[in-house]
């Protein structure tokens, strides 16, 4: 038990905490932009994978690490534009075409593993980069500034996301399209552009956090490899009420109690493991069920835009 | 009426496209030269199982056992193996079990403790056809199955030998365990791996952890993570989420002991030995018995006295001194032999 106070320990919970967050910074922060702009995209699980995919093929056979980025981005642009064309032009059902999306990102994921990479195998993925100076803060230091680049990029997008939302024209369309299209559209703002633009961001930022996870944390592709994390990181978005930093608190929340139920298992504090690997999740039930009611949520989330018809 | 048709042909677009990418039953590929005399029906057999055959674990231990008697038995034309993967939903496996029953397959295997209740189920509608599972011991004899074998992997038993092992190659004596869920042939190897690895040294630390879920890669890389963190330089850990783990003990050089299938291909330089998992001597009892009119009512075990159960160093791995070697063979011999207890 006491092995759980050490400074060690600390430094390895937080460590932890920031490099599970990574995938789902991503994610939900790419989901947010998506939302605020009234487009629900259930399917950021199945762009994951694809990006995990996409990533991880390019650095195996290029050996390119940028090379996997781009990839990444591309392919999750891509499915981006597919998701825009189904739920902004089709005017689909935001939440079956999102399940479609997932589907499609697991199964097409999956065969193009088989058909060209076929086995289990690692790539050299970006290593850790300590900070000089920072990172030899006692405790803190080691936890917070020694990762791979993609971990800082990860954080370095919230307060990129907030100033873009917040901050400047795009952001005020952005908003103006998730609150009220039709009085945005009356005033000139184009909102059909505006959210496919949008979800295309997203889906390239749910494939980063693919990428993040198969080209960095892990190094590996598997089948199926994302195990829910898309589901989660929009459930974080409701969590965080819309805003980039409530959004990267709640993922901070979570990521450090998945942390923390790994320590109490490995100290053996005597909590069975079944019990331990769903703290973060009822957790999760928990905090979104004593959420105030959906303060910031988009008005116009997940309803079509079809020009004179309210 | 229209609008009933609608619904009903939505529904089956879903269902097709839920199937595909859930993984649907293969359809056995039509022989390759139908217009060549054939002398004998090829044996068919249908395994279903939770993970991809490529898992480097579990599916394809039991893949690798049945492509060899396939092999042996004269190829496609002797054996017709059809193969559902990445079933881990039991209600998509529990169809595809049933399909393959009904399909003139002499032998449905249900390759995953977690398949048992369906498996069941569908062995009472199709007496005439065998059913095999595991890992588990229940043959249904009590409830008057007679088309059901069961097999079971006595995986403490390396467990034992391969805890030996990392107790010898640990020098900060601490060693970490990355195990899925806490039950059937995953925990029994843990716990025979943490007893080896005290048999050797006392005083050593086992930490154990469970990531909950079979197939999370991601949990199972984090899980490695903090055993590092925690001072672990040696670690194990089962079931197909294992190569998630096995990527950071290669980043942060800790040294790996597998089990199920071998695993040095993904990390040669850090994978120190293996548990294989040998279902070819099972299988083709199995299939004997079959072929002789006997279709259920054995429960096997894999043990390393009967050879189901190997434990192969890699080769590439340079560390495997003379010692090691010994103390391996002298747990073997003593599991083998009974006068070492593995769980009692």
New interface residues.
């Given amino acids: 038990m006491e092995q759980l106070f050490t400074l ?2 600390l ?2 919970i937080l ?2 905490t920031i ?2 967050a990574t ?1 789902y910074l991503f994610a939900s922060l790419g989901e947010t932009i998506s939302q605020r702009s009234g487009v629900l995209n259930l399917g950021v699980e199945g762009q994951m994978l694809m990006g995990a995919f996409a990533a991880f093929f390019v650095v195996v056979t290029t050996g390119s690490l940028l090379g996997g980025v781009v990839a990444a981005i591309f392919v999750g642009a891509l499915l981006g534009l597919l998701m825009a064309l189904v739920s902004v032009s089709f005017r689909a059902e935001q939440g079956i075409s999102g399940i ?1 999306m997932y ?2 990102g ?2 097409l994921s ?1 065969l193009l593993f ?1 058909l060209t990479l ?5 790539v050299r ?1 970006f290593a850790e980069l300590a900070l000089p100076g920072l990172s030899s803060i006692p405790v803190l230091g080691p936890a917070l500034f020694k990762h791979s680049l993609l971990v800082y990029v990860a954080f370095a997008l919230v307060p990129l996301v907030a100033y873009l939302l917040n901050r400047t024209t795009w952001g005020l369309n952005i908003r103006a399209v998730g609150d009220n299209p039709q009085a945005a559209d009356t005033l000139g703002v184009p909102v059909i552009a505006i959210r496919y633009a949008t979800v295309t961001v997203g889906g390239a930022m749910a494939a980063m956090g693919g990428a993040s ?1 198969s080209i960095s ?4 592709f ?6 829910g ?1 898309g589901f989660i990181a929009v459930a974080l978005v409701y969590f965080g009420g819309w805003r980039p930093v409530g959004v990267m608190l709640g993922i901070l929340l979570f990521s450090l109690v ?2 923390l139920q ?2 109490l ?4 504090i005597g909590i ?3 019990l ?3 703290l973060p999740y009822i957790l999760t039930i928990i905090a979104l069920a004593l959420a105030p009611q959906r303060t910031g949520q988009p008005a116009a989330l997940t309803r079509p835009f079809n020009r004179g018809m309210v | 009426m229209f609008k009933h048709g609608t619904t009903v042909a939505v529904a089956f677009v879903l269902a097709v ?2 199937t ?2 859930g993984g649907a039953p293969a359809t056995p590929a039509a022989p390759a030269n139908t217009d060549a005399p054939v002398a004998t029906e090829p044996f068919k057999v249908a395994v279903v199982m939770p993970s ?1 055959e ?3 674990a579990w599916s394809q231990a039991m893949i690798d056992a049945l492509r060899s008697i396939q092999a042996e038995m004269g190829g496609e034309e002797a054996m017709q193996i059809s193969i559902s993967e ?1 079933m ?1 939903n039991v209600t998509d496996a529990a169809a595809a079990l049933r399909d393959y029953a009904s399909a003139g397959n002499q032998l449905v295997i249900a390759h995953g403790t977690q398949y048992g209740t369906s498996m069941f189920e569908v062995a009472r509608d199709f007496p005439e056809v065998s059913f095999a599972w595991g890992t588990a011991t229940d043959t249904g004899e009590a409830e008057g199955f007679t088309n059901v074998f069961s097999y079971n992997a006595s995986a403490e038993e390396g467990g034992y030998v391969n805890g030996v092992i990392a107790a010898m190659l640990s020098t900060s004596n601490i060693v ?1 365990i990355v ?1 899925p ?2 039950a059937g042939d995953a925990k029994a190897y843990i716990d025979g791996f943490e007893q080896g690895v005290l048999s050797m040294k006392p005083d050593a630390t086992v ?7 079979f ?5 199972a ?3 490695a ?3 590092i ?3 672990a330089d040696v670690l194990t850990g089962s079931a ?1 989420q294992v ?2 783990a ?3 003990a ?2 942060r050089g800790a040294l790996w002991l597998g089990t199920q299938s071998s695993q040095a ?3 040669p330089d850090i994978v120190v030995a293996t548990q294989l998992y040998d279902w070819t001597g099972v299988l083709k009892d199995i299939i004997a018995k079959i072929q002789a009119g006997t279709l259920g009512g054995t429960a096997y075990d894999l043990t390393l006295e009967n050879g189901g159960l190997k434990i192969v160093f890699n080769s590439e791995f340079p560390g495997v001194t003379p010692e090691m070697q010994a103390a391996v063979d002298t747990a073997i011999q003593g599991i083998s032999s009974g006068t070492i207890t593995v769980l009692p």
């Avoid at chain 1, 298992?265 to 053996?268: A, D, H, I, P």
């Avoid at chain 2, 197939?215 to 949990?219: E, V």
Wanted: charged residues 10%.
């Fill in positions: 060690t320990t430094t390895g460590h932890s490099r599970l995938p479609g589907l499609l697991l199964g999956s088989r076929g086995s289990v195998q690692s993925g996870l944390a892990v190094n590996i598997q089948e199926n490899m994302t195990g994390i998945s942390a790994i320590w298992q490995l100290v053996g069975p493991s079944d331990a690997v769903m | 496209l839920l595909a990418c991809a490529t898992d480097l990445n881990f970490g195990g869920v806490e930490n154990k952890t469970y990531t909950g879920s197939g999370d890669t991601a949990a890389a984090e899980a993570n903090t055993h963190a925690a001072g197909q190569v998630g096995i990527g950071v290669k980043e291909s993904l990390a």
